[in-house]
């Protein structure tokens, strides 16, 4: 969603909200994913690797790397959208005490800096990358290197 810059469509006063609420679901989806993940790889652990991939092990930890750093970079953007919304409902009781004034002032500039500037363009762009060699990844594992032309090609490269 942070792709489509048209003036029309950023300046509805629901376009924050929406990109808010998918980010943030996204991202307790992709927590799940992971945890997911992690059991399957201490399975594949325990047992045989399957046989249509010779570097499984390594293609195994490479899209967990990917899939880490697709967490972080959508948690990032995830976490900076949960305090623009808090701040624009102008519910934070927390902020009466001094301490935690200044924490969250701090908090609001970062995630300004991270969601009304470019950054959060390069950000999601840097996700979009990152989940899909995720899952190109994945789509080696279970079905094979020849089943996709384009990632057979990342994974002759990668893996010669």
């Avoid at 789509?139 to 010669?160: H, K, T």
Wanted: hydrophobic share 55%; charged share 15%; net charge positive.
């Amino acid at each position: 969603m942070e792709l489509v810059r048209f003036k029309k469509v950023i300046n509805q006063p629901y376009w924050f909200y929406i990109k808010a609420v998918l980010v943030m679901v996204g991202g307790l989806g992709a927590l799940a994913a992971l945890a997911t993940g992690d059991t399957a790889a201490e399975m594949v652990r325990a047992g045989d690797a399957p046989l249509m991939v010779t570097n499984f092990r390594q293609v195994v930890s490479l899209h967990k790397n990917f899939a880490d750093l697709s967490v972080a970079i959508f948690g990032i953007l995830a976490a900076g959208y949960l305090v623009l919304w808090v701040e624009k409902t102008n519910y934070a009781p927390w902020t009466k005490i001094p301490l935690f004034q200044k924490i969250w002032s701090i908090k609001i500039k970062l995630a300004r800096v991270i969601i009304e500037t470019r950054f959060v363009v390069l950000l999601a762009v840097a996700g979009l990358v990152c989940i899909s060699i995720t899952g190109g990844l994945g789509g080696i594992m279970v079905f094979g290197p020849s089943a996709d032309p384009f990632f057979g090609f990342i994974y002759q490269l990668l893996f010669p």
